[in-house]
């Protein structure tokens, strides 16, 4: 069912987490821990690297679905851009970050391109977190379908000047193995590399936790094996907070220190 992202949109720019970057030492931040040569990024962030070192706020637009939008988790500071936006106050102290939520529950890949314009470029952001595919593998969208339409959502976004990391689908109960949805995380590593887009791996992640045992997968997802729990949010902020900070040169982080 799709809706609206109003009822917790006020929440998002002032929140408030518990859980904040892979280095703390909270059980789940511990729990996040995963390699970096697993969910480092293939390029930079040359937009937000240059916000920081002019002294500039950075405006980050979280844009995707339903675990964008946060369904699943307990409370709104609990949302992955909520607490997103957390982690990268306290590693970027001094500095104004808001982290603007967009996701729309139910939304496909064309779904997003169609609000695009008034729900992202409008905020001029200096990063867009894209976070899709969950939803076109459900609904059976042809994978070229979909890849066309993230390749002109990247043209866009770049036209517009903002920086973009691609979001993968996550770990998916009822579709591991199914071998659609290992095409479509296959189909879009290869256009993030394509286009030089920073991917963050959350289908890795997930199954990393998993198989590594460090989280049980009644954690991560829900009851209807489909939407992210709390454990998963805390996780996808930790470590995507914690590669977007490793991204940034230390020029440009010191500059945001002062």
Same mark, same amino acid.
């Given at each position: 069912?799709? *809706?609206?992202?109003?009822?917790?949109?006020?929440?998002?720019? *002032?929140?408030?987490?518990?859980? $904040?970057?892979?280095?703390?030492?909270?059980?789940?931040?511990?729990?996040?821990?995963?390699?970096?040569?697993?969910?480092?990024?293939?390029? *930079?962030?040359?937009?937000? +690297?240059?916000?920081?070192?002019?002294?500039?706020?950075?405006?980050?637009?979280?844009? *995707?679905?339903?675990? $964008?939008?946060?369904?699943?988790?307990?409370?709104?500071?609990?949302?992955?851009?909520?607490?997103?936006?957390?982690?990268?106050?306290?590693?970027?102290? /001094?500095?104004?970050?808001?982290?603007?939520?967009?996701?729309?529950?139910?939304?496909?890949?064309? &779904?997003?391109?169609?609000?695009?314009?008034?729900?992202?470029?409008?905020?001029?952001?200096t990063l867009v977190i894209w976070q899709t595919g969950t939803n076109d593998v459900l609904r059976g969208v042809p994978?070229?379908?979909?890849?066309?339409?993230?390749?002109?959502g990247l043209a866009r976004l770049r036209a517009a000047g903002a920086d973009v990391v691609l979001m993968e689908t996550?770990?998916?109960?009822?579709?591991?193995?199914?071998?659609?949805? +290992?095409?479509y995380i296959d189909g879009l590593r290869t256009l993030a590399r394509e286009t030089g887009t920073p991917l963050f791996?959350?289908? +890795?992640? &997930? $199954?990393?936790?998993?198989?590594?045992?460090?989280?049980?997968?009644?954690?991560?997802? /829900?009851?209807?094996?489909?939407?992210?729990?709390?454990?998963?949010?805390?996780?996808?902020?930790?470590?995507?907070?914690?590669?977007?900070?490793?991204?940034?040169?230390? +020029?440009?982080?010191?500059?945001?220190?002062?």
């Open positions: 069912m799709r *809706g609206g992202s109003s009822r917790w949109a006020g929440w998002i720019t *002032g929140a408030l987490a518990a859980v $904040t970057l892979v280095v703390l030492a909270s059980p789940a931040a511990a729990a996040c821990r995963v390699p970096a040569t697993l969910m480092g990024f293939s390029a *930079g962030l040359p937009m937000m +690297a240059t916000a920081l070192h002019l002294n500039r706020p950075v405006t980050i637009v979280a844009l *995707g679905s339903s675990s $964008t939008y946060g369904t699943g988790a307990s409370t709104p500071e609990r949302t992955y851009p909520a607490q997103l936006q957390a982690a990268l106050s306290q590693g970027l102290p /001094g500095r104004a970050v808001a982290v603007i939520n967009r996701g729309v529950n139910g939304d496909t890949a064309t &779904m997003m391109l169609e609000r695009l314009q008034q729900d992202v470029v409008a905020e001029q952001p994978l070229a379908e979909f890849l066309l339409t993230v390749r002109a996550q770990w998916l109960p009822t579709h591991e193995g199914d071998p659609t949805l +290992a095409a791996r959350r289908h +890795a992640l &997930m $199954t990393h936790l998993i198989e590594d045992q460090r989280v049980p997968a009644e954690r991560l997802i /829900g009851e209807d094996k489909l939407h992210m729990r709390d454990e998963a949010y805390a996780c996808t902020a930790a470590v995507l907070a914690d590669r977007i900070l490793a991204t940034l040169p230390q +020029a440009a982080q010191r500059t945001a220190a002062r």
